[in-house]
């Protein structure tokens, strides 16, 4: 079995974080339920008429796959695995609308066509004309990890020496609006800064899209080895014996992690697992928390990603992200643990390369 | 790491049958399942025919005992009754006995719900409790709380029309590897407003029975359904003594990278699938003794899959039909729905007829199987594209 790595990074979020000249020295603060994205010049990189017509999540995934493959030196990939717990929820909600609004009458195609949930995978390999493998997970808050999954099986396995691997959602007025009312939403703006202390139902929402090569050759520009990814649909276990084995199965001990990314969202009612190890387990090594800056949405748990991955390779952690005062000389060994509403909980174990 | 991929049992339930028996009988008999809708009231009725599936939503909750306070779409449901059957069929007491994952597929997700109470979502607290239920993933989550699958590789997968097809190609991917011991793996879409109209507004649905590789094509019936296979390893097999169906031998998935809707003039992705999967399954082109069309009956698919089908296989393309004239095109569920088929083809050495055909294509001089054929099928090739270009073929055989 062959090692794989992070070879590049891409994200776009609410954050500027397109940019990887920079790592969260000038975060945003908001004080929101619904957090706006800080859009990169997407004309830079696609013309714009193209760019008109594109939804949001196939522009954000466009570019930040062209961002990857920059970085990565790299003109084209062997495959290309997209994560996206919602799909393209605005041309859904346009073409569904329409079929209410006018009794299935005077309908275009358009919307219905980039509804699909594999649009942002099929428009990527259309841009990049490229012919192979390409898949499209749709599994909630563990639709970036089944893709991450797959990637390193394939590559893990030689049977492709480069994947694109993403993770994209897109917000939809009519889906806010009613996730608002079922709670999912936080009900009052909450500062970001503050958002663990909010004690209060629901998460802040967002959107977002993070890309990254990954590839079973170690180059230049490499951030991280992915030693291990896992998904769990439920835990019939402690969150802390879940985390156990998972080291375990990996050789290591748990003094070997030098630092946890948790993707606690301040949500009063779901974020106790984070609080089980933050409290316990990982109590005296770094923590890092990043929802508070990406915002909740399916495939957040790419920023988490990015955040590992960015980690290892700098050696630092931003200040933004620290959840308490520890810190390490070296960060070798990090884990990401994710979950959303109790429910696709997902391990992954990076190491610095 | 396990050398084979045993399919041990299979569920399905379509617009020809509720269960293995029932689809089986009706291939057998040329019982067609393509009718006028009844369940969706949509004013295309007199403009299209579906493959629809006989139960009400109520009669589904019904035979899976479901609450009345339940939050199941109509896609939970058809793929939990599948995916049931399919277990049971594998004559597994005990799922948690080996590492058991469930990979499944949808397009439309619960869109069926979502249609309905778009609005009323905003006033209506009692209907409040489907917008959970609108997400892809969801309905899986559903299915493997159904089967008592916990702590699991559980995950959903959506390529469109290629969708079931890539779960099991998946699925075989993870047994190989040594990641699972067992997974059950397919796919399940119910029929919409938003599936009719959309493929509507892209003027792709027949008027009438549609007819796969013919010449006079007027384009594709939608239709719903549910599959699922239980993949085991080697291991299990051999521990349990498992009666095996068959083995999945090959895949391959491609992209046309041609156009987000429409299929390559020359079926490039089809060819790169089936090429992979050949090479997977380390078998000639000449070793293929049956192929499951893709076959939708749209003008652009069945000419691109005929082109990609001479390209693979030149002058002997082997025995083929599409089974869609029976059953519609049950989109993310059709791969699933054509391995079980391609099963029952394998188990019972018959080629299925291409139902409806009359007229031989002029682009081209291959003609699909028409008629019921029995001979020696050790190997069946199975074909699955879809929109954003993605081709997908998976190879069936009855022989390790």
Same mark, same amino acid.
């Given at each position: 079995?062959?090692?794989?790595?992070?070879?590049?990074?891409?994200?776009?979020?609410?954050?500027?974080?397109?940019?990887?000249?920079?790592?969260?020295?000038?975060?945003?603060?908001?004080?929101?339920?619904?957090?706006?994205?800080?859009?990169?010049?997407?004309?830079?990189?696609?013309?714009?008429?193209?760019?008109?017509?594109?939804? &949001?999540? *196939? @522009?954000?995934?466009? +570019?930040? #796959?062209?961002?990857? /493959?920059?970085?990565?030196?790299?003109?084209? $990939?062997? %495959?290309?695995?997209?994560?996206?717990?919602?799909?393209?929820?605005?041309?859904?909600?346009?073409?569904?609308?329409?079929?209410?609004?006018?009794?299935?009458?005077?309908?275009?195609?358009?919307?219905?066509?980039?509804?699909?949930?594999?649009?942002?995978?099929?428009?990527?390999?259309?841009?990049?004309?490229?012919?192979?493998?390409?898949?499209?997970?749709?599994?909630?808050?563990?639709?970036?990890?089944?893709?991450?999954?797959?990637?390193?099986?394939?590559?893990?396995?030689?049977?492709?020496?480069?994947?694109?691997?993403?993770?994209?959602?897109?917000?939809?007025?009519?889906?806010?609006?009613?996730?608002?009312?079922? &709670?999912? *939403? @936080?009900?009052?703006? +909450?500062? #970001?800064?503050?958002? /663990?202390?909010?004690?209060?139902?629901?998460? $802040?929402? %967002?959107?977002?899209?993070?890309?990254?090569?990954?590839?079973?050759?170690?180059?230049?520009?490499?951030?991280?080895?992915?030693?291990?990814?896992?998904?769990?649909?439920?835990?019939?276990?402690?969150?802390?014996?879940?985390?156990?084995?998972?080291?375990?199965?990996?050789?290591?001990?748990?003094?070997?992690?030098?630092?946890?990314?948790?993707?606690?969202?301040?949500?009063?009612?779901?974020?106790?697992?984070?609080?089980?190890?933050?409290?316990?387990?990982?109590?005296?090594?770094?923590?890092?928390?990043?929802?508070?800056?990406?915002?909740?949405?399916?495939?957040?748990?790419?920023?988490?990603?990015?955040?590992?991955?960015?980690?290892? @390779?700098?050696?630092? +952690?931003?200040?933004?992200?620290? /959840?308490?005062?520890?810190?390490?000389?070296?960060?070798?060994?990090?884990?990401?643990?994710?979950?959303?509403?109790?429910?696709?909980?997902?391990?992954?174990?990076?190491?610095?390369? | 790491?396990?050398?084979?991929?045993?399919?041990?049992?299979?569920?399905?339930?379509?617009?020809?049958?509720?269960?293995?028996?029932?689809?089986?009988?009706?291939?057998?008999?040329?019982?067609?399942?393509?009718?006028?809708?009844?369940?969706?009231?949509?004013?295309?009725?007199?403009?299209?025919?579906?493959?629809?599936?006989?139960?009400?939503?109520?009669?589904?909750?019904?035979?899976?005992?479901?609450?009345?306070?339940?939050?199941?779409?109509?896609?939970?449901?058809?793929?939990?009754?599948?995916?049931?059957?399919?277990?049971?069929?594998?004559?597994?007491?005990?799922?948690?006995?080996?590492?058991?994952?469930?990979?499944?597929?949808?397009?439309?997700?619960?869109?069926?719900?979502?249609?309905?109470?778009?609005?009323?979502?905003?006033?209506?607290?009692?209907?409040?409790?489907?917008?959970?239920?609108?997400?892809?993933?969801?309905?899986?989550?559903?299915?493997?709380?159904?089967?008592?699958?916990?702590?699991?590789?559980?995950?959903?997968?959506?390529?469109?029309?290629?969708?079931?097809?890539?779960?099991?190609?998946?699925?075989?991917?993870?047994?190989?590897?040594?990641?699972?011991?067992?997974?059950?793996?397919?796919?399940?879409?119910?029929?919409?407003?938003?599936?009719?109209?959309?493929?509507?507004?892209?003027?792709?649905?027949?008027?009438?029975?549609?007819?796969?590789?013919?010449?006079?094509?007027?384009?594709?019936?939608?239709?719903?359904?549910?599959?699922?296979?239980?993949?085991?390893?080697?291991?299990?097999?051999?521990?349990?003594?498992?009666?095996?169906?068959?083995?999945?031998?090959?895949?391959?998935?491609?992209?046309?990278?041609?156009?987000?809707?429409?299929?390559?003039?020359?079926?490039?992705?089809?060819?790169?699938?089936?090429?992979?999967?050949?090479?997977?399954?380390?078998?000639?082109?000449?070793?293929?003794?049956?192929?499951?069309?893709?076959?939708?009956?749209?003008?652009?698919?069945?000419?691109?899959?005929?082109?990609?089908?001479?390209?693979?296989?030149?002058?002997?393309?082997?025995?083929?039909?599409?089974?869609?004239?029976?059953?519609?095109?049950?989109?993310?569920?059709?791969?699933?729905?054509?391995?079980?088929?391609?099963?029952?083809?394998?188990?019972?050495?018959?080629?299925?007829?291409?139902?409806?055909?009359?007229?031989?294509?002029?682009?081209?001089?291959?003609?699909?199987?028409?008629?019921?054929?029995?001979?020696?099928?050790?190997?069946?090739?199975?074909?699955?594209?879809?929109?954003?270009?993605?081709?997908?073929?998976?190879?069936?055989?009855?022989?390790?």
């Amino acid at each position: 079995m062959k090692k794989v790595y992070i070879n590049s990074v891409a994200s776009i979020a609410a954050q500027k974080t397109f940019d990887n000249t920079t790592f969260l020295e000038d975060v945003t603060h908001y004080t929101e339920t619904v957090l706006p994205l800080i859009d990169p010049n997407y004309k830079e990189f696609i013309p714009p008429a193209a760019a008109r017509r594109m939804a &949001k999540g *196939i @522009k954000m995934g466009v +570019v930040a #796959s062209r961002l990857a /493959l920059h970085e990565a030196n790299l003109e084209n $990939v062997e %495959a290309i695995i997209t994560g996206t717990g919602m799909g393209c929820v605005r041309d859904s909600e346009k073409f569904v609308s329409a079929i209410i609004d006018n009794n299935e009458q005077y309908l275009t195609p358009t919307s219905f066509i980039q509804s699909t949930h594999n649009t942002v995978g099929g428009q990527i390999a259309l841009g990049l004309n490229c012919k192979g493998y390409n898949f499209t997970y749709v599994h909630s808050s563990t639709s970036f990890e089944s893709a991450l999954l797959d990637a390193k099986l394939m590559l893990a396995c030689d049977e492709a020496k480069t994947v694109l691997v993403g993770g994209v959602d897109e917000l939809g007025d009519h889906t806010v609006k009613i996730h608002r009312l079922i &709670k999912h *939403i @936080k009900q009052v703006p +909450v500062n #970001s800064a503050q958002l /663990l202390e909010s004690k209060t139902e629901g998460a $802040v929402f %967002a959107e977002g899209a993070n890309f990254f090569v990954l590839a079973n050759e170690l180059q230049k520009t490499s951030y991280a080895e992915v030693v291990a990814v896992k998904t769990y649909n439920t835990t019939t276990s402690t969150v802390t014996q879940v985390v156990e084995q998972f080291i375990a199965d990996n050789n290591l001990l748990i003094n070997d992690v030098d630092a946890v990314v948790l993707g606690c969202n301040g949500d009063v009612t779901y974020d106790l697992p984070y609080d089980e190890l933050q409290n316990q387990l990982f109590a005296n090594i770094p923590q890092l928390y990043y929802k508070h800056l990406c915002g909740e949405f399916n495939t957040a748990s790419s920023f988490g990603f990015w955040l590992g991955a960015r980690v290892l @390779k700098e050696q630092r +952690v931003p200040v933004a992200v620290q /959840l308490n005062a520890q810190t390490k000389k070296e960060y070798k060994n990090i884990l990401l643990y994710n979950q959303y509403r109790g429910k696709d909980h997902s391990l992954t174990l990076l190491r610095k390369c | 790491m396990s050398k084979g991929v045993a399919i041990t049992g299979m569920g399905i339930i379509s617009a020809i049958g509720n269960n293995v028996s029932e689809n089986y009988t009706a291939l057998i008999n040329e019982a067609k399942g393509i009718s006028r809708i009844s369940k969706i009231d949509t004013i295309h009725k007199d403009a299209i025919m579906v493959g629809e599936i006989d139960f009400t939503n109520n009669e589904l909750a019904g035979l899976l005992n479901l609450p009345a306070n339940n939050n199941y779409s109509r896609t939970a449901m058809l793929g939990a009754i599948a995916a049931k059957e399919a277990v049971k069929n594998a004559g597994i007491t005990k799922i948690s006995k080996y590492k058991t994952g469930l990979i499944s597929s949808t397009s439309v997700g619960g869109m069926d719900m979502t249609e309905k109470y778009y609005y009323e979502y905003l006033e209506d607290t009692r209907k409040q409790k489907y917008i959970e239920s609108h997400h892809a993933g969801d309905a899986t989550q559903k299915i493997a709380e159904q089967l008592g699958i916990k702590q699991s590789l559980v995950t959903t997968i959506s390529t469109a029309c290629s969708s079931a097809a890539n779960a099991i190609m998946l699925g075989a991917r993870l047994i190989k590897s040594g990641e699972l011991d067992r997974v059950i793996v397919g796919g399940k879409d119910c029929l919409s407003k938003f599936t009719i109209n959309g493929f509507k507004t892209l003027m792709i649905l027949s008027d009438t029975y549609n007819t796969p590789f013919d010449e006079n094509r007027k384009g594709l019936n939608l239709g719903e359904a549910a599959a699922y296979l239980v993949l085991e390893s080697d291991k299990v097999v051999q521990a349990e003594n498992k009666k095996v169906l068959g083995y999945v031998k090959g895949y391959g998935n491609a992209n046309d990278a041609y156009h987000q809707t429409a299929s390559s003039e020359n079926g490039d992705g089809a060819t790169l699938a089936m090429q992979q999967a050949l090479k997977v399954a380390n078998l000639q082109p000449s070793q293929i003794d049956y192929v499951n069309a893709h076959g939708t009956a749209t003008a652009n698919n069945d000419l691109s899959e005929g082109r990609a089908l001479l390209r693979v296989f030149e002058n002997n393309v082997p025995d083929f039909s599409s089974t869609k004239a029976y059953t519609g095109h049950t989109l993310a569920a059709a791969g699933a729905i054509e391995a079980v088929y391609s099963i029952f083809a394998i188990q019972n050495n018959v080629v299925f007829p291409n139902l409806n055909f009359k007229t031989q294509m002029k682009e081209f001089a291959i003609t699909p199987q028409t008629d019921f054929k029995y001979k020696p099928v050790n190997t069946v090739l199975s074909n699955s594209l879809g929109f954003g270009g993605n081709c997908s073929t998976l190879i069936f055989s009855k022989n390790q």
